[in-house]
């Protein structure tokens, strides 16, 4: 039977594990919590990710021998909690403390059953090296149970990115690739003027040409930039009200399944949910105006969709689109991300179903003295 110590003081976790069959759980308090006698002794210790981070030195030795599940806080970023994965430490976090989903609960329930399989792999495998004076140890077995080692790796890996509601990225994973494209871009654009001789001159303002369906623009139009297309559903708190939250949901399922639909975006285009209704995509090697292509075609399709509820109500909705373009010296991709929400919002004001470049818009008049 397996064991979980539970130290956490979300609820919501605790239900979900109450679920689970053949295992005992037993809850502890963190200061009360002694060091393993033996690696056969384990089992999986649960415990809210702050408490954790929290502990001295001595805290987390005691807690060393442990397989450990971290809960971090819905409303904290876990940035900080990633630095700590390692074989002995997994993250999950929920999208509220005291009520998992039934698809979180299925997630984490599944997240454990990695944790123990992979466990019991290792005890296993540890055990083989103990005996090997003594066992003739068969390859075949040996390289199966490594195989499913990585399978169960490979799962576990898939679950903490993805989001399980629309299958697009989740915002920690999201906010790891757009990091490493905004600095191959940066590399781009600095090789580019190397080649060139002189360094790029600096990004301009365009005017907003019509675009026809194919690709516009020289090389110096694609290669080293970066844009960033942040969109939110319109009066989407009236489609939760109205139709209920389950039709929100098939929403913004429906939403996610769009979002990868072939032709929509190009294969490396980063797509993920980055929070509630809102959704944000990346596009390499792509100036502002050139993004406005595939932003126009996602508003028009989602304008021309339908949706159903569970007692046939039809009903559509749309999409306010904002824009920005990476800029030479820029500090960070959260003021990348912050310049396509300030776009966004202005959409939002002027009438929302409608798509804005943050490089357009007018900056307010100063007041004169």
């Known amino acids: 039977m397996d064991e979980i110590l ?9 239900a979900a594990l109450e679920g689970m069959e053949h295992t005992e759980i037993r809850r502890l308090e963190l200061e009360h919590i002694e060091r ?7 089992g999986l210790l649960v415990l809210d990710a702050p408490d954790y981070l929290a502990m001295d030195a001595d805290g987390r030795r005691r807690l060393s021998g442990y397989l450990k599940l971290l809960i971090a806080d819905p409303q904290e970023p876990v940035a900080h909690v990633a630095g700590l ?16 989903s039934e698809q979180e609960a299925q997630n984490l329930i599944t997240i454990i059953h990695c944790l123990f399989a992979q466990q019991q792999m290792a005890a296993r495998l540890n055990s083989y090296i103990t005996d090997s004076f003594q066992t003739i140890i068969d390859a075949q077995i040996v390289e199966r149970q490594k195989q499913e080692i990585e399978k169960l ?3 576990l890996h898939s679950i903490s990115r993805v989001d399980f509601l629309t299958n697009l990225l989740n915002r920690r994973a999201f906010l790891e690739s757009l990091e490493a494209e905004t600095k191959r871009a940066q590399r781009n654009r600095w090789r580019l003027g190397e080649a060139a001789g002189q360094p790029l001159p600096l990004i301009e303002k365009v005017g907003d040409p019509e675009f026809a369906g194919r690709p516009r623009g020289d090389i110096v139009d694609h290669i080293g930039k970066l844009s960033c297309m ?4 319109d009066f989407f708190k009236k489609v939760n009200d109205t139709y209920g939250h389950l039709a929100g949901d098939m929403v913004l399922r429906k939403l996610g399944h769009v979002l990868q639909e072939k032709g929509l975006f190009r294969e490396n285009d980063l ?28 508003r028009k399709k989602i304008k021309e969709t339908v949706f159903v509820d569970d007692h046939g109500h039809s009903f559509s909705i749309t999409l306010s689109i904002g824009i920005a373009e ?3 010296g820029e500090e960070s991709t959260e003021s990348l991300i912050h310049r396509a929400d300030v776009a966004l919002y202005h959409a939002k004001e ?13 900056p307010p008049v100063q007041p004169q003295d």
């Not at 002027?350 to 007018?362: L, T």
């Open 36 to 42: 393993p006698t033996s690696p056969s002794s384990t």
């Open 230 to 233: 942040v969109m939110d559903i």
């Open 85 to 100: 994965r390692r074989p002995s430490v997994q993250v999950f976090c929920p999208s509220a403390a005291n009520v998992l």
């Open 326 to 328: 990476a800029v030479v």
């Open 271 to 298: 797509v993920g949910r980055y929070g509630g209704e809102e959704f944000i995509v990346v596009l390499p090697e792509t100036s502002a105006q050139h993004a406005r292509i595939p932003a126009e075609r996602l």
């Open 153 to 155: 790796n490979e799962e």
């Open 350 to 362: 002027h009438g929302r179903d409608r798509v804005c470049i943050h490089e357009e818009i007018e």
């Open 6 to 14: 539970l130290a956490s003081g979300c609820t919501g976790v605790l």
